[in-house]
C-alpha cells in the first residue's frame, strides 16, 4: 500500500521562468538515470526479497525517489511559467510546447519517452544492490551537471537537497550489501585460477598486475 501526502518532501521555488532549464531538468524526471527509473527499479527489485529489512529499505527508498519525481515535476513546472512559447526552447525538446502543454511529461531532455528499459532487476540481491549503487551515483553525476548550469538560487537549493539524497541512499545501499555480500552470486562460483589472470593486450606498457579477486565490500558509511 502505498499513500500520497499532499505537501512535497521538500517545498521548491525558483527565482523567474526558463524554459530551456526546464528541458534539461526534464532529463531527472525521464531520463535513464531519473527519479522515476529509481523508483521503479527499487520497487521491482523488492517484489522477491526475502530478508525483511532489506526489502523494507528498498520500498523506502523507491518512494521517496517517488517523491523526489514529484519535486522535480513541480520545479519543471515554475520554471516554464504559464504559457506556450517556442522561443524559450529554441534547441533540444519541444514536446511540452508543442504535445503536452507545458505538463512535464515522462521524457528525457531530447524528447524521448521514459522506457521500462532503463529499470535493471536481475533476482540476484549482490548484483541488483551494486546496480542501484552505480544508479545513485549515476543520478549525483546528473545532478552535478545541473547544479553547474543554472545560477537560480532556488534551483539549486532544490538540486542540492536532492544531489545530498541520492547520495544517502548510496550510502544506504553500501550498508545493506554488506550484510549480504557473502551470499548470492558472490558466493554462487569458486575463485579459480582463471579469475586471477592478467591479459596485458595494451602494448607498450603495463599498468596493472594479476588480480587477486576477494568479494566486493564497502566501509560501513555510518564509521
Known amino acids: 500500500m502505498f499513500k500520497h501526502e499532499k505537501r512535497l518532501l521538500r517545498d521548491v521555488r525558483v527565482e523567474k521562468p526558463n524554459p530551456q532549464y526546464a528541458v534539461l531538468l526534464q532529463e531527472q524526471l525521464g531520463g535513464a538515470n531519473g527519479e522515476l527509473k529509481a523508483a521503479l527499479q527499487y520497487a521491482s527489485q523488492s517484489f ?13 527508498i523507491a518512494a521517496e525517489e517517488l517523491s523526489h519525481m514529484e519535486m522535480v515535476a513541480q520545479t519543471i513546472n ?6 506556450v512559447d517556442h522561443d524559450g526552447v529554441s534547441v533540444g525538446e519541444i514536446e511540452s510546447q508543442v504535445l503536452s502543454g507545458l505538463n512535464p511529461v515522462l521524457i ?8 521500462a528499459h532503463y529499470v535493471n532487476v536481475t533476482g540476484d540481491l549482490c548484483a541488483d544492490i551494486l546496480s542501484n ?12 551537471y545541473l547544479h553547474r548550469q543554472i545560477n537560480d538560487k532556488y534551483v539549486r ?4 537537497f536532492l544531489l ?23 558466493r ?12 596485458d593486450l595494451s602494448t607498450p606498457g603495463k599498468f596493472f598486475e594479476a588480480p587477486d579477486p576477494t568479494a566486493p565490500s564497502f566501509e560501513n558509511p555510518r564509521k
Open 48 to 60: 522477491r526479497i526475502k530478508d525483511m529489512a532489506i526489502k523494507d529499505l528498498f520500498l523506502d
Open 78 to 83: 515554475l520554471l516554464n511559467g504559464h504559457d
Open 108 to 115: 528525457n531532455a531530447s524528447g524521448d519517452p521514459w522506457t
Open 133 to 144: 549503487i552505480a544508479a545513485e551515483q549515476r543520478a549525483k553525476v546528473v545532478y552535478e
Open 157 to 160: 537549493e532544490t538540486i542540492d
Open 164 to 186: 545530498n539524497r541520492e547520495e544517502a541512499h548510496n550510502a544506504l545501499f553500501r550498508e545493506a550489501f554488506n550484510k549480504i555480500k557473502d551470499t548470492g552470486s558472490n
Open 188 to 199: 554462487d562460483f569458486g575463485v579459480t585460477e582463471d579469475s586471477k589472470l592478467y591479459f
